[in-house]
């Protein structure tokens, strides 16, 4: 009993560590609804996908096989090539959609013309945003679900740690989205990140596909590579920040000198 306690605690911590690209995901997605219905947003798309992904979880135990085995091939030697799975290719359908929507999204707030605050970009429905919370949180669950069976075979404490993540999620996306509220300078930086998940997807996938560019293996990159380059990227965030601070600051004490 001990050993399945152990188990599910490492588990639980694996979801919250593999959750961070997802976390930040949902927050900026919830913000497409309208501002009244963002938590329910947030909290309705996270319980479906704990349902969904539960769901992928005895999918995947049972037809594990049939995710793996190759079931398109690209044979342009030294130009492209590849053995495609179906694991493989949702993983980078995943990935040009966070990249489509991360340069979507940057590319928002450097052409429109007329900058208001607002604490909400309202353009979507509550029906849509909810769908493509669940969708991508179900791309997002596949190395987290893959990895748990790696660790064990037990159902129950798979289906469990699946839980109290999901739970967890709830909770600290409303954490996450309430400090980008207040902070709404680190939007960008949270775009950018993003950008870099959808990096490591389509590295990820092609990994998984075996994919070749001109006669150069696709190399995945590694979860440790990714927090490495988020903390260099906040670093440089905070840096800026005061950096540019101090400048407004010298520049206000020569308005006055003068």
Same mark, same amino acid.
């Given at each position: 009993?001990?050993?399945?306690?152990?188990?599910?605690?490492?588990?639980?911590?694996?979801?919250?560590?593999?959750?961070?690209?997802?976390?930040?995901?949902?927050?900026?997605?919830?913000?497409?609804a309208p501002k009244e219905r963002q938590s329910f947003v947030?909290?309705?798309?996270?319980?479906?996908?704990?349902?969904?992904?539960?769901?992928?979880?005895?999918?995947?135990?049972?037809?594990?096989?049939?995710?793996?085995?190759?079931?398109?091939?690209?044979?342009?030697?030294?130009?492209?090539?590849?053995?495609?799975?179906?694991?493989?290719?949702?993983?980078?359908?995943?990935?040009?959609?966070? #990249?489509? %929507?991360?340069?979507?999204?940057?590319? *928002?707030?450097?052409? =429109?013309?007329?900058?208001?605050?607002?604490? &909400? $970009?309202?353009?979507?429905?509550?029906?849509?945003?909810?769908?493509?919370?669940?969708?991508?949180?179900?791309?997002?669950?596949?190395?987290?679900?893959?990895?748990?069976?790696?660790?064990?075979?037990?159902?129950?404490?798979?289906?469990?740690?699946?839980?109290?993540?999901?739970?967890?999620?709830?909770?600290?996306?409303?954490?996450?989205?309430?400090?980008?509220?207040k902070n709404r300078m680190y939007e960008v930086l949270g775009?950018?990140?993003?950008?870099?998940?959808?990096?490591? #997807?389509? %590295?990820?996938?092609?990994?998984?596909? *075996?994919?070749?560019? =001109?006669?150069?293996?696709?190399?995945?990159? &590694? $979860?440790?590579?990714?927090?490495?380059?988020?903390?260099?990227?906040?670093?440089?965030?905070?840096?800026?920040?005061?950096?540019?601070?101090?400048?407004?600051?010298?520049?206000?004490?020569?308005?006055?000198?003068?």
């Amino acid at each position: 009993m001990l050993d399945h306690i152990i188990t599910l605690f490492m588990l639980v911590m694996l979801q919250a560590v593999l959750g961070f690209d997802n976390l930040l995901y949902i927050s900026l997605e919830s913000k497409k609804a309208p501002k009244e219905r963002q938590s329910f947003v947030r909290k309705m798309g996270i319980g479906l996908a704990i349902v969904f992904r539960i769901v992928l979880l005895f999918v995947l135990v049972k037809l594990i096989s049939y995710f793996q085995d190759p079931v398109l091939h690209i044979p342009f030697t030294d130009v492209i090539e590849g053995h495609f799975n179906i694991h493989s290719i949702i993983v980078l359908i995943g990935g040009v959609f966070i #990249l489509f %929507t991360a340069m979507k999204e940057i590319w *928002h707030m450097v052409s =429109f013309k007329n900058f208001t605050i607002s604490n &909400s $970009k309202s353009n979507g429905s509550v029906s849509s945003v909810i769908t493509m919370i669940v969708v991508m949180n179900v791309i997002f669950s596949f190395d987290s679900i893959l990895s748990a069976m790696a660790l064990t075979n037990v159902l129950w404490i798979m289906t469990t740690a699946i839980i109290i993540g999901g739970l967890l999620m709830i909770w600290l996306s409303e954490k996450v989205t309430e400090f980008l509220t207040k902070n709404r300078m680190y939007e960008v930086l949270g775009l950018f990140i993003l950008f870099i998940v959808g990096i490591m #997807l389509l %590295t990820e996938g092609g990994h998984l596909a *075996h994919l070749k560019l =001109f006669g150069e293996e696709i190399v995945p990159m &590694s $979860k440790t590579t990714f927090y490495f380059v988020i903390v260099i990227l906040v670093l440089i965030d905070i840096v800026q920040g005061r950096y540019q601070k101090k400048i407004m600051k010298a520049q206000e004490l020569n308005k006055d000198e003068f």
